[in-house]
């Protein structure tokens, strides 16, 4: 199939970027969008000129690295599909596919389609893990879990941290990523220990590093490629409160 | 936002009952001693500027979020408007995106309506206030000043419909954000708040804009 790409190119944090178009007949509807990207790259090597940066890594859809806008949308037009899964059927003979990377101050352009999304991993370090009892080996059934809390917690826990709830959200907002982090662990008894205080510790953070608050749009529910839902949101907005009032007390105290 | 939101909509439902007595009774006098008892019961009195501060809370509050995030979005997608792109918008309401500005558009009308009738009422008054209520006493005559405004001023009922209109757009993102926002909601209730959200919007753009319709209308049958 024949297509014309326009991709944002740009050399490093500091250059100003551009759109450059390109066109590319090597490209079949058999492809997935990073395939697509691939053959667009070797095309632009044979041709002497630098192939386009972009992240990828298992191209199955569950390392959250192919962060990419296409076509204005988080991963491309299909639902809960990241841009390595996105099938080329998705587009038809002679499209126009435009390709930028995530926009947001706190994932600044490092190259081409490769943004810096390290604040996603300083959002984690403030309070996404749990402390593990060491010593002996528990016994079998020492925490038990509901199937329906298992579920709920695993559903937060598909989040892959592609950062699409970022790149979709007016506000720049974090808002869903914390809420999965968060839903994930204070729904299971592994997690009670930073109960009380990872919700302020993380939701803090996030606005330390400039993401914006969140407004309840729901675009960024609506472009995740693993659906995760609004409801965390709400029960991070729970964990926060409670919180905050454990962080009052504290301070009487 | 969210507990100062909920707020006002416990005013907006106190206002929208008061008002309605001006379509149950066409002679005015449910209406008077309404706008009466508001005016004189000390409870309200109480109320009413926990009710001002309350407004003002939830504006400037509004307004440092609203600047803050902007202010969070500074690199937009460039792509979009260049190459005419849908962007990723889609997964979202018009009213959620737009809510500062229908908030502006409510604040404007608010304030063309507080001078019409809240500022006549409290501190200028107005000959049409003077007028015999059959009621007898001090009580003024509320029911006359309002329903002359939109009768002499058709354009008044335009405003006022044009404000209702945007208050119920703001209630219809607002209602179930609000509840979000305290954390009372989930996969279940997400539905329910929504489905409460629109029945309260739609009562309130209706009611509010039902009124000055009424008044017009029954006074050119």
């Known amino acids: 199939m024949d297509l014309t790409i326009k991709v944002w190119r740009q050399n490093n944090p500091h250059d100003q970027g551009r759109f450059e178009t390109y066109q590319l007949s090597a490209a079949s509807q058999d492809m997935t969008f990073l395939e697509m990207l691939d053959a667009l790259n070797e095309q632009l090597i044979h041709e002497d000129k630098d192939p386009i940066a972009f992240e990828h890594d298992c191209r199955e859809g569950i390392c959250g690295s192919c962060a990419m806008m296409i076509n204005g949308r988080p991963h491309g037009p299909e639902q809960e599909v990241t841009s390595c899964q996105l099938n080329m059927k998705a587009f038809k003979e002679n499209d126009v596919i435009v390709v930028e990377p995530w926009r947001a101050q706190s994932f600044p352009v490092i190259k081409d389609l490769v943004v810096d999304r390290s604040a996603f991993e300083k959002i984690m370090e403030a309070g996404g893990f749990v402390d593990v009892d060491v010593s002996a080996v528990p016994d079998a059934n020492t925490y038990p879990v509901g199937k329906d809390i298992a579920e709920e917690s695993f559903d937060a826990a598909e989040c892959i941290g592609c950062g699409a709830c970022v790149a979709a959200c007016k506000n720049s907002s974090a808002m869903l990523f914390v809420a999965a982090k968060v839903s994930q662990y204070a729904l299971l008894p592994q997690g009670k220990k930073e109960g009380l205080t990872r919700a302020w510790n993380m939701v803090s953070k996030m606005d330390e590093l400039g993401f914006g608050s969140c407004t309840n749009t729901g675009s960024c529910e609506a472009e995740c490629p693993k659906g995760i839902s609004l409801a965390h949101i709400a029960r991070l907005n729970r964990e926060f409160l409670k919180a905050g009032f454990h962080n009052l007390a504290a301070e009487k105290r | ?221």
């Open chain 2, 1 to 221: 936002m969210s507990i100062t939101g909920l707020f006002l909509i416990l005013f907006l439902i106190v206002h929208l009952t008061v008002n309605s007595m001006i379509v149950f009774d066409d002679t005015g006098v449910l209406f008077n001693q309404a706008a009466h008892f508001m005016a004189t019961d000390p409870i309200i009195g109480i109320i009413e500027p926990v009710l001002a501060i309350g407004l003002i809370a939830h504006f400037v509050f509004a307004s440092i979020i609203t600047y803050q995030n902007q202010a969070k979005r500074t690199i937009t997608y460039s792509g979009l408007k260049r190459y005419k792109q849908k962007d990723s918008s889609v997964g979202s309401t018009w009213t959620s995106r737009n809510m500062y500005i229908l908030g502006a558009v409510i604040l404007i009308f608010l304030v063309i309506h507080l001078i019409n009738f809240f500022w006549k009422m409290k501190v200028s008054g107005d000959p049409l206030l003077e007028e015999a209520t059959g009621l007898g006493g001090d009580i003024e005559n509320a029911y006359a000043l309002v329903t002359t405004k939109f009768i002499e001023w058709k354009w008044l009922v335009a405003i006022y419909v044009v404000g209702a209109i945007a208050l119920g757009l703001h209630l219809h993102h607002g209602v179930w954000s609000a509840f979000q926002t305290l954390g009372w909601s989930n996969r279940k209730w997400r539905t329910i708040w929504n489905v409460i959200g629109i029945i309260i919007s739609v009562i309130f753009a209706g009611g509010f804009a039902f009124i000055p319709l009424y008044i017009m209308i029954q006074s050119m049958v």
